[in-house]
């Protein structure tokens, strides 16, 4: 019997239909009924099984090309902003650095080493020379708002071209007043900290570089040269008198020195394994051009001669014045003392307690005795000071001995600057006594923490009174611009920029005071 499906479940029963007729056809035939109701059933699935996968495959397949195109046109976009970056840069190297003007006018001085481009003629295209740390060049020039000033990017290579009229000479890089924003720029927010960890830690804007890339001695692109050429020519000097009105103009200041780049170091220019062990701070690396290398180390382990301090030019740029470094770790205690002994340094400066609320420095002498490594370290006397403790010591090694005056400062809050110039002003007075004392004319070894805060306050403002004493005239500016030269992060906030000039302009009333100083 042939079962009919009624008309209005034909459309939703065919499956069932041809079931039932399979079911019913050919009686004899010797092959059960359900055989076949079970093969149609089976045929019916593995077609819908067919249409799944297939679609599964087209959609993967689209979703695939569509990726793929979406990437090609983000890298294309990509690529284009860079060119047309690149391009604008390469372009705009004509522009002047700024620096933020304060009244009365400002006066540019080239602080820094730096030797006379060599005339080229108008095909070459070579303009900026290396600095020279040999060569004292030092020239005055008085500006003026409405004057613009360009300077000419450096370039390696030289191309030959048909003759042509001469081309006039490179003109010594000098910032130059100008209301367009300088690319490096800093938070005014919240001040740097030295402590890892910190939650007002290190806060640099530097979106208007791009990617960031410290800067360092291999300059490699034009934003870096612009920040080298800054660093070797910036100056600011001020009299006695705009010395006393600078200080009153805070917003200045801290203008003025958010415009100084910062010169951190990339580590990949220092390749020695295992380097962060010997490092307080994993972002705070010596320059590589004027870190300190100790001596007597195994040859073959390159970590045994390292340590994180940088020579520090003083006074009308004297060579090795000053070793900035950090504060002594566990670890490298022994190195420090090994530092001290081969540098033959009559003093050392310790601006940083040994915890604030983390440790910023460990007890790295004895009570009374002790040997560190092949440094044997004698106590001979201490001196309760008001701000500081000052520390007679002999240090002996290979049956010689040296005398070395360690002072102790505690008077610096955690994270701000001290409310009086004047406690600075007084170790500062003594260290130089004790130097000049000294049968040792080794470089002053000082540190805070990280060795670039505190440390550069002390060091920045005893060369300004230097300069104040000698010159009557003092630019803070070029000093500054000078120690992050030779270490990158050096006067880390602009509260410690401003704390320098009111020490200064302390120490120059005391000399108005006293013109017998």
């Given at each position: 019997?042939?079962?009919?499906?009624?008309?209005?479940?034909?459309?939703?029963?065919?499956?069932?239909?041809?079931?039932?007729?399979?079911?019913?056809?050919?009686?004899?035939?010797?092959?059960?009924?359900?055989?076949?109701?079970?093969?149609?059933?089976?045929?019916?699935?593995?077609?819908?099984?067919?249409?799944?996968?297939?679609?599964?495959?087209?959609?993967?397949?689209?979703?695939?090309?569509?990726?793929?195109?979406?990437?090609?046109?983000?890298?294309?976009?990509?690529?284009?902003?860079?060119?047309?970056?690149?391009?604008?840069?390469?372009?705009?190297?004509?522009?002047?650095?700024?620096?933020?003007?304060?009244?009365?006018?400002?006066?540019?001085?080239?602080?820094?080493?730096?030797?006379?481009?060599?005339?080229?003629?108008?095909?070459?295209?070579?303009?900026?020379?290396?600095?020279?740390?040999?060569?004292?060049?030092?020239?005055?020039?008085?500006?003026?708002?409405?004057?613009?000033?360009?300077?000419?990017?450096?370039?390696?290579?030289?191309?030959?071209?048909?003759?042509?009229?001469?081309?006039?000479?490179?003109?010594?890089?000098?910032?130059?007043?100008?209301?367009?924003?300088?690319?490096?720029?800093?938070?005014?927010?919240?001040?740097?900290?030295?402590?890892?960890?910190?939650?007002?830690?290190?806060?640099?804007?530097?979106?208007?570089?791009?990617?960031?890339?410290?800067?360092?001695?291999?300059?490699?692109?034009?934003?870096?040269?612009?920040?080298?050429?800054?660093?070797?020519?910036?100056?600011?000097?001020?009299?006695?008198?705009?010395?006393?009105?600078?200080?009153?103009?805070?917003?200045?200041?801290?203008?003025?020195?958010?415009?100084?780049?910062?010169?951190?170091?990339?580590?990949?220019?220092?390749?020695?394994?295992?380097?962060?062990?010997?490092?307080?701070?994993?972002?705070?690396?010596?320059?590589?051009?004027?870190?300190?290398?100790?001596?007597?180390?195994?040859?073959?382990?390159?970590?045994?001669?390292?340590?994180?301090?940088?020579?520090?030019?003083?006074?009308?740029?004297?060579?090795?014045?000053?070793?900035?470094?950090?504060?002594?770790?566990?670890?490298?205690?022994?190195?420090?003392?090994?530092?001290?002994?081969?540098?033959?340094?009559?003093?050392?400066?310790m601006i940083t307690k040994l915890k604030e609320k983390n440790e910023k420095c460990v007890l790295y002498w004895p009570e009374k005795r002790g040997i560190y490594g092949k440094v044997e370290?004698?106590?001979?006397?201490?001196?309760?000071?008001?701000?500081?403790?000052?520390?007679?010591?002999?240090?002996?090694?290979?049956?010689?001995?040296?005398?070395?005056?360690?002072?102790?400062?505690?008077?610096?809050?955690?994270?701000?600057?001290?409310?009086?110039?004047?406690?600075?002003?007084?170790?500062?007075?003594?260290?130089?006594?004790?130097?000049?004392?000294?049968?040792?004319?080794?470089?002053?070894?000082?540190?805070?923490?990280?060795?670039?805060?505190?440390?550069?306050?002390?060091?920045?403002?005893?060369?300004?009174?230097?300069?104040?004493?000698?010159?009557?005239?003092?630019?803070?500016?070029?000093?500054?611009?000078?120690?992050?030269?030779?270490?990158?992060?050096?006067?880390?906030?602009?509260?410690?920029?401003?704390?320098?000039?009111?020490?200064?302009?302390?120490?120059?009333?005391?000399?108005?005071?006293?013109?017998?100083?």
């Amino acid at each position: 019997m042939l079962l009919l499906a009624s008309p209005a479940q034909a459309d939703n029963k065919n499956t069932l239909f041809v079931a039932r007729e399979c079911v019913s056809a050919s009686p004899g035939s010797g092959e059960p009924p359900v055989s076949g109701l079970k093969n149609v059933l089976q045929g019916q699935h593995e077609r819908d099984n067919v249409w799944s996968n297939e679609g599964f495959y087209v959609v993967v397949i689209f979703l695939t090309i569509f990726i793929i195109i979406v990437t090609c046109l983000m890298v294309l976009y990509r690529l284009k902003e860079k060119v047309e970056y690149s391009d604008g840069q390469l372009k705009g190297l004509g522009a002047p650095v700024s620096v933020h003007a304060t009244q009365p006018p400002l006066t540019l001085t080239s602080s820094m080493v730096q030797a006379s481009p060599a005339p080229k003629p108008a095909c070459t295209t070579a303009t900026s020379t290396t600095p020279s740390t040999t060569t004292t060049t030092t020239t005055t020039t008085q500006i003026n708002h409405s004057t613009p000033h360009t300077h000419t990017s450096a370039s390696t290579s030289e191309s030959q071209c048909p003759p042509c009229p001469p081309c006039p000479p490179v003109s010594e890089f000098k910032p130059c007043l100008s209301s367009s924003p300088s690319p490096f720029k800093m938070k005014p927010a919240a001040g740097l900290q030295e402590r890892r960890g910190s939650n007002v830690s290190l806060v640099l804007d530097m979106s208007a570089l791009g990617s960031v890339e410290p800067l360092n001695c291999g300059v490699n692109t034009p934003r870096e040269r612009v920040a080298q050429e800054y660093l070797q020519s910036a100056g600011r000097v001020l009299t006695r008198q705009q010395l006393r009105d600078a200080t009153l103009n805070t917003q200045a200041l801290h203008a003025e020195f958010a415009e100084i780049p910062m010169n951190f170091v990339d580590p990949k220019d220092l390749d020695i394994p295992s380097l962060g062990t010997k490092n307080r701070y994993k972002t705070i690396l010596p320059n590589p051009h004027s870190r300190v290398l100790l001596k007597n180390k195994n040859s073959c382990d390159p970590l045994s001669s390292y340590i994180n301090a940088n020579y520090i030019r003083g006074y009308l740029r004297h060579e090795k014045a000053y070793i900035a470094t950090q504060g002594p770790m566990i670890n490298t205690v022994n190195d420090f003392w090994q530092m001290a002994w081969q540098e033959d340094s009559p003093v050392i400066v310790m601006i940083t307690k040994l915890k604030e609320k983390n440790e910023k420095c460990v007890l790295y002498w004895p009570e009374k005795r002790g040997i560190y490594g092949k440094v044997e370290v004698l106590i001979n006397s201490v001196r309760e000071c008001e701000h500081y403790t000052v520390r007679t010591l002999t240090l002996k090694q290979g049956g010689q001995s040296r005398k070395v005056q360690h002072y102790w400062y505690t008077s610096w809050p955690d994270h701000k600057t001290p409310d009086s110039t004047g406690p600075l002003l007084q170790l500062m007075t003594d260290v130089e006594e004790s130097r000049e004392a000294s049968e040792s004319h080794g470089p002053v070894i000082v540190h805070c923490s990280a060795g670039i805060g505190r440390t550069g306050c002390f060091i920045a403002t005893t060369i300004g009174c230097h300069q104040l004493r000698l010159e009557g005239v003092v630019d803070v500016l070029s000093i500054v611009c000078q120690l992050r030269v030779d270490r990158g992060g050096m006067i880390q906030t602009g509260e410690q920029y401003e704390f320098v000039h009111h020490a200064l302009s302390l120490y120059e009333g005391r000399l108005s005071a006293d013109p017998g100083q």
